[in-house]
């Protein structure tokens, strides 16, 4: 073997090697990424919302953070400030606009009605966060809902290695409902089919093609194809259905023949279930306690970062739920245990005195 022919086979060897190992190893810097928040009403999961989202174990000088938020009649600005000045300032960069007025949309019956004019807003912020990202030559945009809770500190990694123009974590709630359609009717709303329930059940795992993703959507703006996708109704040609950001992306998608993949191959995270349209805040807030129960089953408990514990955030009221006593039995050495139904039960609001259990193998 010639002297070249053997520098050659190193070098071939050395790229194999690299490529197995994969980009983090390869001397290339990771990619960059544009995170596209938007934030109303939503001081009771911000805390938890932003203590996963630094959890993550994503390079946070290669991300850059889009925030909008206005229509508030919480406190959500406040927490907001507060992450950003906490937190914010690890990240590449930070563009936030907080609008403190007005408090609600002319058209809208409550915070959880929405009229045509707040889609339309949300339409306009999303497509703008959109270009943005391609004017900055972002590799990723992720659009990410602040009831959104993201427990897998790899999920960016993951996703990305899936290499799909467009994929979404499925997000588990406490019921049947997701980030994704398996059917859409042909008016373009919502429709069950019999492949929805056993992803969302994990019965089926691996990575599906759908026509809806939303809540937690990667879009890898290195595909030329993906400067076809648009929230913007009027600049769709073809497009008959409603004023909707969610339905409008994908449909945008759909045309452009662009897949739009849902994956469950890992436990990525949780949401939250929308609210009716006459519901309150306090329901949300509610809904906000059964999610984190929820995650409780298999999984660690939310928490709030040190960086945020000092908020003052909507409280429980405690009670003994009409009894005199209520007790928990519970074996000294399963701390974990204690430590979980502590955590639950403070979420539920209810007084309890933990009783020590006769530890079995301590019996002669």
Known sequence: ??????????????????AALGSAFDGRKPNTVFVAILVRNKAH???YFFSAFESLDYPKDRMHLWIRSDHNID??????????????????????????????YKDEIGPAHWPHSRFQHIVELRESALRSARYHWVDYIWFLDCDAFIINKSTLKHLMQKNYPVVAPMLKSDGLYSNFWCGMTDNYY?????????????????????????????????????????????????????VDDIIIFAMSAN??????????????????????????LEMDINQLTNIKLEITVHNDPLWISSNLSNLE???????????DKIFVINLARRIERRNRMNYCL?????????IEATDGRLVN
């Open 45 to 47: 999961t911000l805390p």
């Open 346 to 354: 403070n979420a539920l609001g209810l007084n309890v005195t933990f």
């Open 255 to 280: 045309f452009s023949g662009i897949p739009l993949h849902i994956c469950n191959d890992q436990i990525y995270g949780f949401i939250t279930i929308p609210l009716e349209k006459d519901s309150s």
């Open 1 to 18: 073997m010639t002297v070249t022919a053997a520098v050659w086979t190193v070098l071939l060897a050395a790229s194999f090697a690299a």
């Open 313 to 323: 955030l909507p409280s429980t009221s405690i009670d003994n739920m009409g009894l």
């Open 190 to 242: 919502y429709k069950r089919t019999s492949d929805y329930t056993p992803i969302v059940e994990w019965k089926t795992k691996g990575c599906f093609k759908v026509p809806m993703i939303h809540s937690s959507v990667l879009i890898d703006l290195r595909f030329q194809i993906t400067n076809n996708l648009t929230f913007k109704h009027n600049i769709l040609p073809n497009y008959m259905g409603p």
């Open 75 to 104: 406190n959500s600005s406040q927490i907001l400030n507060k992450w950003l000045q906490t937190s914010g300032t690890v990240y590449h960069s930070v563009d936030v606009k907080i609008d403190n007025e007005p408090k609600k």
